[in-house]
């Protein structure tokens, strides 16, 4: 059931902008600060395979770890693709995690529009961080960042 | 005869050129060549040619491999042919004609003919070989054709090479071998290099005209395809994978153009719809069926991309890179699911699963073919996304074709799953006979539920286990999660129970609220199913309060628990009730104290307001609600007697953290610091810091390891952990309790005596218990009871002895409840009275502190006792009042022990101290009517004055001093001072010298008073006087004075000798010189005479008393010439006198004072006292020890070590010992009388003062 529900997807993303249909960041302590994507009836699925794509995050992590964490490139590029989905993965410094599920079909992405997509979320959280009513840890509520996100989103149709 | 090379493909192995002979019609030659062919076809690729490359691409060195065909003219390419492969590169003319003659008749006709054909197709790659053997030379030595001619000959046309003697092994052989093969791969290679390069060209040309209609990628591919082949051919397999990934990519764009919209004709035959699934196919490295088709134009979409990724594995295999296969296959597969989706390519319903399906088993086995166990198993990372991928399809189509169902397939899954297999065609045969072909698996898991399920299953554990061994493990869970959906469709809960519950564990822990609500929702049909009543429970009453569900979901799984808990009242009767955790079921948010201190006495209520969050979406009656209680034995309030009412580090209301919800991952409610200042105050001093510091209360719950299993305050998440509950503790309850839908307050009340901990919190709905299972922070509160406590204080800092003083009495009620008629008795003490007045106010305070009445108390005073009646007063409070009581000031003086002296002397020093402690504390007792034991009350007065009396002597007449120092703080008016002799029996007359009038003495002043003594008669040995005055405070206004009495006692009084002394300049000067020596005459005169009641040692020798004179000179300003102690005999008669003389040398300039003369009685040793020759009176006696005298008197010996008598002091010292010895006893103050005292002499300056320094060195 799932299967066809994906394929549904599918047909239609073809019509959709060229963006993001899924943005995560995930807390150091691996839960989710900030979790939206769309279409809603898929949240479910989203969050299961952001989840699962952590496995690749710690991996990709781990293994730069050993040789310079320091000169570490934050953007981790491709964690997991998928029939349906391309999930990219970005980590900061302080092990703060972003996470952009792009559609598989949506080709005309390039490596370098979703770099710049991982610039400004990073951006974006750094002004959340410096707001001194921001407790850090606390899931992200705040308004301008959901904005610049759903700026980045693809347009629910 | 002439020769080709050329190469074939793909009939023969790839990677090598063939060259085969080719030989003229009616000529010897193809005989020569044969000859030749196998060790030219050995030495040919022998070397290495560097080959360089056009477009700047880096040379490279390669080995030249050929295919040797013999010359016909159709195989000569014509115009416009494409094909590379072959393509004739080289065309090699062999002859081993050295003969002119046979030269002249056929060799060069021949040869010319066949350079016409060659012209007349434009090749001009060609070169003549002239093979020479000695034999051919013996034979004909006549006809010989000069070698070089004929060389020549050749030259003339185009080019030739030697090669002599090649089939014999001679230096000359093997030298020429060499030179021709180098020559032979140069020509090749350049002929090649040449013909490559206009094949680019042409390929390039082609593709710019891909936009043009009516090109064809289906065309192009073939072309540049052939250039794959060819490196391929040359083992250059990186620029022939090269060819094929451009070919790739082309066509990608392609389709990604069609996409949005830019088709283009070629691309409509990818477009029709696939009727055949049958995989990829990597056994083969061509596979000619495919490339017929995709040569034909009738290939479709799965096709090429199954031919074109056959090709690239291959080569990517012969590169030894099968790890990039695997990545690329993945790719690959999604990316088709992609492009049929955007080419809109209609398919059978699952035929695209069973094609990836077997694509991805077919890569894998691939994989497994050309790699060992070792490295596949440190690769797993690359192929376990196959393995997951293929596990996945299976799934879909096991799914799809109705295998997962407890009941089996339906007709219309069946029928589905006859095409599926149609699809499949026939399997190839290379897999025919192998056992366990991706083909074979996927047509027998569909061929039966049974099957289906052991292949996914297989699969499935396969890819959890490769999951796992990396790390990867949620991704391990999420197979593991889909498993568990099987297994619960296959009617199989126990075996999904355990996977739903490392999934669940995870999502908790790592803290994401849908995937748990999902998982738990899954968890609850599961437990249900297993009749796992407590745990269905727990997960029901999770559910019901996860704010991810709808309200439907939520209220049906609060239902499931009300159902429960009612119906097994019902029938079960007597069955243990569920305990399940509270904190799924509501959270303690806030608890209340009134009193905010927590603090009670017995006999008034502690309440205990509980905010209770309900996290149940509807209403829920509670049978009850009770928290169970601790009491501490340690701080057993009932025998806390000095325990009052104490403030708590809460100030009534305690704050639970928020309890994680399921929505909050529990490491973001990680609980944050409580943290504390501690102060370390010094014991002696509470003004002074000893340290101070920041202490984290919480440091148990802030350093937990995050990873480690749940805490045991969250046990419910995942699965119920057993609550257990506290038996047979004390309980707070609160009975039928409706718990609606958020905040609730419950109020407990509790009266008990003791310190209690709360414990726990249980809510009882029926058969169900929600069990708080700790209450954190630590909560206590007390029910205390109290002694009653009596404490008498002085008002202010000091009480003083004398004046009355005001004393604060504090009652404390505690448990005991002061009557009418209850009375305070206090033992009467003679020292210390108390003032009393009829009444006195008091005030009666409550626990906290505040004024809540006043009252007048009745004190009733009799000889004994004084009574104070009590007002009534409630238990628990305190009752004031203040008492005036005044400390006598004891009129016979202390005379303190130590004053005298161990050895029986008193010690003669003229000041006496009235009382070296100058407090006083009297006990008093008081009967409490509480109790029968008397409370002893103790207050410590400080006597105000200090006196000090001195006697003063001027000849015979004697005076005395009395200094009355005020140690107080405070200021008294003074007067009437008197002296007065205590027995009144001589004839003593003490004339005041003082004044009359009032007199202020300021705190720490003194005041001194001064009386003249006159006697008539003989002045008495002792004499006892009293020192009397009146004081009052000075801050009083109405003055009342207060008596003082100061009694003290003098010896001796009488002035026995005078000392005069006198000092003389040197004979014949004025005046005394620093430096030059002068006489001291001094003169003592007996002025008593000597009573015979003096003293047991002088009582002896009534004729004359010895006396011991010493000029000791304390300011350093003498020096003492000679003796500077002799002994003098004094006759008893009065008026004896005695003069000595002595030298000193003064060793200033100026008004020198006169050095110190002593007396004192000299005691000779009682054993030879008779025989001590001492007529003269003056016995050198520099060695008497003054050592015997009592060691306190050391100031006094200090000074007679003046500079004349050190030596000897210090060495009579060893001989005095064991001898009996003289003893010195000085004089009492006042018994003689010095006349020079205080003189002073004058001393001028040396008159020559270098002979001054001379004598003084």
Known sequence: ?157 | GSLSLSSFLPSLPPSSFLISPVSPPGAGDQALFTSLYTPLAQQLPREPMEWRRSYGRAPKMIHLEANFVQFKEELLPKEGNKALLTFPFLHIYWTDCCDTEVYKASVRDNMMRWQGKLRLHGSADWVIVVVETSDAKKKNKTNILPRSSLVDKIHQIKICVVLSDPLQDSSRSQESWSAFLLKLRTLLLMSFTQNLGRFEDDMRTLREKRNQPGWSFCDYFMVQEELAFVFEMLQQFEEALLQYDELDALFTQYVLNFGAGDGVNWLGSFCSPVKSWTGLLLRRPIDMEKRDGIQRGQASLLELRSYLFCRQCTLLIFLQRPWEVTQRALELLHNCVQELCLLEVSMLEGALDCWVFLSCLEVLHRIEGCCDQAQLEANVSHTVGLWAYATDKLKSLGYMCGLVSEKGPLSLELNRTVDLLAGLGDEKAETVHSLQSPYKKLKEALSSVEAFERHYLELSHAAVEMYRAIGRMRSAQLIGKSLAEFYMRKGDPELAESFLQNALRSYVSEGWSLPVTHTRKQMAECQKLLGKTENYLQTSALLAGDANLTDEERIHFCQEILTFANQSTDSKGKQPKVALSMSSFAQLKQLQFRPATATVHSGTALQVELCLLSLMPVAVPLEQLAASVHLNLEQGGTNGKTRGPQSRPYPGTVLFPLANSSGMPPSAACPSLELEEIQDRSPLDPHTLNSTGMVCKNTHLVMRRHDSSPSPDTPNLVSPVPVVMDDGAKVLMSGDVTLLPGNNSIVFSSQELGTYTLRQLCATVGQVQFVLPHISPLVQYEVYSQEPQLTVEPLTDQLLAGLPQRAKVRLQTGHYTVKKGDALQLTNIDSMPVLTSSSCPATILNSTAEHVGESVLFIQSSEKVTCISLPPTPPYHTLEFQLEVLCVIPSDPVWPENQRLTNGEIRHRNIFCHCLCHCLCPQMSIDCPWSIYSTPISLTFYIPFKAKHSLLSAGNRKYIQVCLQNVSDVNFHLMDQRLTEKHQESSLELQSLNTKAQQLVCSKQSVYCVWDVRWKENMPLCLQCVFSASFSSASEEVSSFKPYHYEFQLERVTTLYSVRAEIMPAAGEQNCHSGSLCGLEMSITRLAEPEDNEDDGETEEVCSTKLMYEVADSSNSWVVYGRSSGLVSMPADANANHRVQVELMPLFAGHLPFPDIKVFKYLPPSANSTSQPDTDGCVENDTLSLLDRPLDDQGDTASIRSRGSVHSVGSGEQQSRGLPMPRLEPFNPGQVFNHSQGCQVLVLPSTDDHVLEINAT
């Open chain 1, 1 to 157: 059931m799932e299967h066809t529900q994906s394929r549904d997807a599918c047909w239609h993303s073809r019509h959709h902008s060229k963006m993001a249909v899924c943005i995560a960041v995930i807390a150091k302590e691996n839960y989710p600060l900030y979790i939206r994507s769309v279409p809603v009836q898929n949240e479910l699925k989203f969050h299961y395979t952001v989840h699962t794509s952590l496995d690749v995050v710690e991996e990709k992590i781990s293994a730069v770890g050993k040789a310079m964490a320091d000169q570490r490139e934050l953007y981790l590029g491709l964690l997991y693709p998928t029939e349906d989905y391309k999930v990219y993965g970005y980590v900061t410094n302080s092990k703060v995690k972003f996470v952009i599920v792009v559609d598989s079909s949506n080709t005309s992405l390039r490596d370098n529009e979703i770099r710049s997509m991982f610039r400004k979320l990073h951006n974006s959280f750094t002004d959340v961080m410096c707001n001194p009513f921001y407790n850090p840890g606390d899931t992200i509520q705040s308004k301008a960042f959901d904005s610049m996100v759903s700026a980045m989103m693809v347009q629910a149709s």
